[in-house]
């Protein structure tokens, strides 16, 4: 069974930065893209970025472009979220998720992750 750990979130003004991780239990973790999700009150789940399992490619929402970096250490098991210029709509919790085939570039869709983080709140004041 794969279990996803999110940890960095937290309050942090407008402007501010914050580091999302996200590491996984099990084996073979770098077979897999990995992907970010957030959802703030009262709103559906959204893409927010995803990462080929090298870590090659790279994709991005567009409100976040420029703005948010997601990386992986394979080695680790992590995949990281530096969440830059960060803005009061940013607000929400945000999952990881990992994608349901191997070797898999970024996806947009959560139907395509069967593996998903139990969520870490982030929240900025303006």
């Known amino acids: 069974q794969v279990q996803l750990v999110e940890s960095g979130g937290g309050l942090v003004q407008a402007g501010g930065s914050l580091r999302l991780s996200c590491t996984a239990s099990g084996r073979a973790f770098s077979s897999y893209g990995m992907g970010w999700f957030r959802q703030a009150p009262g709103k559906e789940r959204e893409f927010v970025t995803a990462?080929?399992?090298?870590?090659?490619?790279?994709d991005y929402a567009d409100s976040v472009k420029g703005r948010f970096t997601i990386s992986r250490d394979n080695a680790k098991n992590t995949v990281l979220l530096q969440m830059n210029s960060l803005t009061p709509e940013d607000t929400a919790v945000y999952y990881c998720a990992r994608r349901m085939s191997t070797r898999s570039g970024p996806s947009r869709s959560a139907s395509d992750y069967n593996y998903w983080g139990q969520g870490t709140q982030v929240t900025v004041s303006s």
């Open positions: 990462i080929s399992q090298s870590g090659v490619t790279t």
